[in-house]
């Protein structure tokens, strides 16, 4: 893991970043950080009615992600390894689909001046599924507030981060499809995921696993 202090994992909602993180932190004993959405009090609100709460809802998720990168300034990288679930940029995605043109250009100003202090970071593995996938999971582990989560909402939400990632070129990029894999429940494809970030990467890199479930 030489030269490797932060790794981000991303993913629309549903895709499994939250059970790869607590899984990798705990396997690579790293420090692990994860978004905190459940203290947001919008958030119900926006998924029944997203034109009247989108605003509220995404300045509260950015600022609150902008404290946890603070926090992460604190910690030494170069002795700990960091894991989150969340990259700083998230927010933005989610607020391009949700916001109006005035609303945007007001989240943008807000925005650009905190990712100024933000730390960016080594490599970021995005978690990919079909809206079916996404659907059952999310049905699986029944959040309240995601109960009127739509799927036609995910499909925009996948095209969203397709669009973004196709054009990523900041860090070391790896993309992992969760639709045929289950690193939850099968330690063998953990395994695989695991031995495929230790390897050098640069660019862009799709992980095919040996196996399916």
């Known amino acids: 893991m030489r030269n490797l202090h932060y790794i981000a994992i991303e993913g629309t909602i549903g895709a499994g970043k939250t059970s790869l993180a607590n899984l990798l932190s705990e396997r690579l004993k790293a420090k692990l950080v994860l978004e905190e959405f459940e203290g947001n009090p919008f958030l119900s609100d926006f998924y029944e009615d997203p034109e009247r709460h989108a605003f509220q809802t995404q300045l509260w998720f950015l600022i ?39 609303e945007m250009d007001l989240y943008d100003t807000v925005a650009n001046m905190m990712e100024q202090n933000v730390i960016h970071p080594d490599r ?86 040996t196996s399916d479930i």
């Open 64 to 102: 609150q992600r902008y404290k946890q990168q603070q926090d992460l300034r604190q910690v030494d990288m170069f002795q700990n390894l960091v894991i989150t679930d969340y990259m700083f940029v998230k927010d933005r995605l989610f607020a391009s689909l949700n916001l109006d043109k005035k």
């Open 124 to 209: 970021v593995i995005l978690l990919q599924a079909d809206t079916k996938t996404l659907m059952k999971n999310i049905t699986k582990r029944g959040r309240k507030f995601e109960k009127n989560l739509s799927e036609d909402y995910l499909d925009a939400l996948n095209q969203v981060y397709n669009e973004y990632f196709f054009q990523y070129q900041d860090t070391p990029l790896i993309i992992i499809n969760t639709n045929n894999i289950d690193f939850v429940n099968n330690p063998s494809d953990l395994d695989e995921i695991i031995n495929y970030i230790r390897q050098p990467a640069s660019g862009t890199k799709f992980f095919n696993p």
